[in-house]
């Protein structure tokens, strides 16, 4: 029996997914991923109108001229969310920590996938992975999974996105469309990722807090890694401090962006002192209209 305070917040945020889901999300949902779940079927010539995106490079370069893939649908998509729960996600300057809105874009994602009638699967990871939901059609187990996202207590602190791909790949052998749902306080996962893309459709959603972006001019301010626990002390009141550590997030954020765009990988920043539900939908709106 599940404590009663339990029971409430996941019904609050059912009935806020549900609200979002059937007000904004579910036509967007449905132009943009249902039907994109693709097996490959054969390699044929290119003819003019063709998406260039299909181009086999191998055999165009073997025959000398162009020759694209060709992929039939799916009768069903699957929807499978990798969801960092590492100790960083514990962290809010404002109303709501990371790890709540992981939680909640999570709820959101699995209810629109089911009421499309998907099947959605979750990866929860730290700097390995805590726990893998097998991708199930309904409701029970979309409760299932908003639970385990919300309250579940993982056992390490680190994190690694490129073990949690891995595992992906290990599980899921047909296409699927990924949601990476981090803040990607990571390194060395970019192999991995690259690898993944090639063979589902990954959606990257980076949860940031303004305090990770700018530092305030507030003095000495202590600060302590929450994934390794060391602890600094820096002069806040010094502008060059707060000019390092802007530039060091600067950098950081365009190398990232470098990689999604590389592998055309969509992309969407969510901050934790902005609603949400406006760009998700408006990434939803544009990936329409890419499509279209």
């Not at 162009?66 to 992929?71: E, I, L, M, Q, T």
Request: glycine share 4%; aromatic share 8%; proline share 3%.
């Amino acid at each position: 029996m599940l404590p009663r305070e339990i029971v409430h917040k996941i019904r609050r945020i059912q009935i806020t997914a549900n609200r979002l889901v059937n007000e904004s999300l579910a036509g967007e949902y449905h132009s943009v991923f249902k039907g994109r779940g693709m097996e490959f079927d054969e390699v044929r010539e290119y003819q003019h109108g063709d998406d260039v995106r299909t181009i086999d490079w191998n055999v165009t370069s073997r025959a000398g001229r162009p020759f694209v893939k060709r992929y039939v649908e799916e009768r069903e998509l699957t929807v499978m969310l990798l969801i960092d729960a590492s100790a960083s996600g514990a962290f809010g300057s404002t109303a709501k920590m990371k790890s709540e809105i992981a939680a909640e874009i999570s709820a959101l994602l699995a209810f629109s996938a089911i009421k499309n009638n998907d099947r959605v699967g979750a990866v929860l990871f730290t700097d390995r992975v805590e726990k893998f939901i097998p991708a199930r059609r309904g409701s029970t187990h979309v409760l299932r999974v908003i639970r385990e996202v919300l309250f579940y207590k993982p056992e390490h602190k680190g994190t690694s996105i490129q073990k949690a791909i891995e595992h992906l790949n290990l599980v899921m052998h047909k296409r699927s469309v990924v949601f990476l749902i981090s803040d990607l306080l990571d390194q060395g996962f970019e192999q991995s990722l690259k690898v993944a893309n090639h063979k589902h459709d990954i959606v990257i959603i980076q949860i940031v807090d303004p305090r990770e972006q700018e530092l305030p001019a507030v003095g000495i301010l202590e600060m302590r890694d929450a994934e390794t626990g060391e602890i600094v002390r820096i002069d806040t009141s010094l502008p060059w401090v707060r000019d390092t550590f802007r530039e060091n997030w600067t950098r950081n954020q365009a190398r990232l962006t470098g990689l999604f765009q590389s592998q055309r990988m969509d992309h969407l920043t969510i901050e934790t002192d902005k609603p949400y539900e406006i760009p998700l939908l408006r990434f939803f709106e544009e990936r329409a209209r890419r499509i279209r």
